[in-house]
């Protein structure tokens, strides 16, 4: 590790990985994969004892739950799961008044606020204020980061875990591979668009051919559309939006298929659920997933996964797959623990993010464990 690098890192949140440089999130990947290695080997890296790990999710999770707790224990923090729908948010708090009381007790602060268009991310950065706010008017030393633990336009811990799997299992360098990132039938609920979003933004960063396939009505929002191809532009890579699923496997080194909203209707959702109107909510939610089951087809099965190299692409899935819809029973059986290995990059990120923001002399403490 570079002491240089690491210390820009130092007290650093993450909401989104568009707030982080390219260079910055090499360092943050490099520290991923040195805590794991250590992990692994059996190092106890328990360097935040006696310090709250708060969560707030107002969604249900598995794998980032657990990542959350996972991470926070390895660096001997205690973990604290707080349901978000079980706050004083749902009586009108405000996210700046969340974060002020949060912070009196949190020393890193992880959200998942993901299903609702416009609201999610922009809670985490009024939840941040409230802590800046609470600690530069107390005077309190303490360094609280803020981790977006999915929102409604970015899952940076997801899709980094998920650039670090890539590296891993395709080779550290990116540049050139073609990586399809599909739409896939659900018949469960409309999923956020979060995942997708930030795959397109994210790994265009890196040199790769990003091809993203939907049907018609499945638009992502314009602002992670724009940076794909502003990234792909600059890494040398490239981005195309493509209306078959096929032409997006063919050849593909990674495929990516996984389910989201159509577009129209989870904009329509941000008005009802202002407005507190249940009953809307509900038809809204029963027209998307009619609006899916039109696209039963789009599958990831063992016809599309011929097409890609060797026909034997990486198939990759932020999890839970809808077996059977998104992805056929049989690819999934080959996949089941590559897609867990996958997931459990997430505890590294996490780890990373909260030891680059937190530690003093994380730099030092490492290079004692190699010593």
């Known amino acids: ?21 390219s260079a910055d999130l090499e360092t943050l990947l490099a520290l991923a994969a040195h805590l794991e290695r250590l992990d692994r080997a059996g190092h106890r890296l328990d360097w935040l004892t006696a310090q709250l790990a708060y969560a707030l999710f107002f969604d249900n999770s598995t794998r980032t739950k657990s990542a959350w707790a996972g991470a926070g224990a390895r660096l001997g923090m205690q973990p ?80 980094l875990a998920d650039l670090a799997w890539l590296r891993e299992r395709l080779g550290g360098d990116l540049s050139g591979r073609k990586i399809a990132v599909s739409w896939a039938y659900s018949p469960s609920y409309a999923k956020p668009l979060s995942v997708p979003q930030g795959l397109v933004s994210l790994l265009t960063r890196f040199g790769s051919r990003v091809v993203l396939a939907h049907p018609e009505g499945y638009d992502l929002l314009d602002e ?95 999890l839970p797959a809808d077996i059977g819809a998104e992805v056929s029973a049989s690819v999934m059986d080959r996949y089941r623990t590559e897609v867990a290995r996958e997931a459990n990059k997430k505890v590294y990120v996490i780890m990373a993010v909260l030891a680059a923001a937190k530690v003093e002399d994380l730099s030092g403490r490492l290079a004692a464990l190699e010593a």
Request: some cysteine; hydrophobic content about 40%; overall charge negative.
């Open 80 to 159: 604290v799961i707080v349901d978000g729908g079980s706050t004083q948010v749902a009586h009108g708090e405000t996210a700046e008044e969340t974060g002020a009381m949060l912070g009196m007790n949190a020393h890193a602060l992880g959200i998942r606020h993901d299903l609702i268009l416009g609201e999610g991310n922009r809670f985490m950065q009024g939840v941040k204020r409230g802590i800046d706010g609470y600690l530069d008017s107390t005077g309190d030393p303490r360094v609280v980061p803020v981790v977006n633990l999915q929102c409604d336009v970015d899952h940076p811990t997801q899709t």
């Open 224 to 318: 992670p559309l724009a940076a794909a191809r502003r990234h792909a532009s600059e890494s040398g890579g490239s981005f195309e939006v493509t209306g078959s699923m096929d032409e997006a496997f063919a050849d593909a080194d990674a495929v990516y298929p996984k389910s989201w909203g159509p577009l129209t209707l989870m904009q329509e959702r941000v008005e009802a659920n202002r407005a507190g109107d249940a009953e809307r909510m509900t038809d809204i939610e029963s027209r998307a997933l009619e609006q899916n089951a039109r696209h039963r087809d789009w599958i990831c099965d063992e016809r599309r996964m011929g097409l890609t190299t060797g026909g034997g692409a990486l198939y990759m899935h932020c």
């Open 1 to 21: 590790m570079v002491d240089l690098a690491l210390a820009a890192l130092r007290g650093r949140s993450l909401l989104a990985t568009s707030d982080w440089s």
